[in-house]
Nanobody, 124 residues
Framework: QVQLVESGGGLVQPGGSLRLSCTAS????????IGWFRQAQGKEREGVSC????????YYADSVKGRFTISRDNAKNTVYLQMNSLNSDDTGVYFC?????????????????WGQGTQVTVSS
């Protein structure tokens, strides 16, 4: 059974950091592009970052450039999203997703498999 599981979310103060993990079961993450998305309450799901399967190219939304870093550990079948300098606009449910390729469009429709999400709340 193909499954993606996110972890690492929680409550953090503005300016703080979190590292999210996306772990796969039933398939090998190395062969897929992996994207991170988030959805704030009452808003549409938006792309945050993605990493390609072939050459490791990475893409970021303008709102997170310089603050977030995506990486993969193929031995652990896991992709990470390191989030620094968090602010209230980063609050939301964060999802990881797997698809055939990564593009700068960070489009929701480009991904086939989705996790259930992990809540990130940035608040003092």
């Amino acid at each position: 059974q193909v499954q993606l599981v996110e972890s690492g979310g929680g409550l953090v103060q503005p300016g703080g950091s979190l590292r999210l993990s996306c772990t796969a079961s039933g398939f090998t993450l190395q062969h897929y592009a992996i994207g991170w998305f988030r959805q704030a309450q009452g808003k549409e799901r938006e792309g945050v970052s993605c990493i390609d399967s072939s050459d490791g190219s990475t893409y970021y939304a303008d709102s997170v450039k310089g603050r977030f870093t995506i990486s993969r550990d193929n031995a652990k079948n896991t992709v990470y999203l390191q989030m620094n300098s968090l602010n209230s606009d980063d609050t939301g449910v964060y999802f990881c997703a797997a698809g055939p390729w990564a593009t700068s469009e960070l489009g929701v429709d480009e991904y086939d498999y989705w996790g259930q999400g992990t809540q990130v709340t940035v608040s003092s």
